[in-house]
Nanobody, 120 residues
Framework: VQLQASGGGLVQAGGSLRLSCAASGRIATINLMGWYRQVPGKQRELVAAIPNIGTTSYADSVKGRFTISRDNAKNTVNLQMNNLKAEDTGVYYC???????????????WGQGTLVTVSS
């Protein structure tokens, strides 16, 4: 199983970016998908998560600005980021809790990270 993230880049404050992450390989079901971000000198922070059943969750710092969505048919998760701020700068990692077959417990998989830079 692999997760491939894309969509990072440089944007001015107030702008928007859309991150995408696609899971591939042997997948029976994906229980949870989401995004973390890493800022130098700080702990990795959970940005948003979306289960296959249930409600989405967001870090307080991004509520009202970021929207997470998933396409179960394509095994993808997206993060629409609007009204970006300088403090949103960081490396964003997608993750997924994936069952490779129905007899196994889910395992956590991570994407390679994509850099988001917001200039003020």
């Amino acid at each position: 199983v692999q997760l491939q993230a894309s969509g990072g880049g440089l944007v001015q404050a107030g702008g928007s970016l859309r991150l995408s992450c696609a899971a591939s390989g042997r997948i029976a079901t994906i229980n949870l998908m989401g995004w973390y971000r890493q800022v130098p000198g700080k702990q990795r922070e959970l940005v948003a998560a979306i289960p296959n059943i249930g409600t989405t969750s967001y870090a307080d710092s991004v509520k009202g600005r970021f929207t997470i969505s998933r396409d179960n048919a394509k095994n993808t998760v997206n993060l629409q980021m609007n009204n970006l701020k300088a403090e949103d700068t960081g490396v964003y990692y997608c993750y997924a809790a994936i069952q490779r077959d129905w007899t196994r417990c889910p395992d956590m998989y991570w994407g390679q990270g994509t850099l988001v830079t917001v200039s003020s």
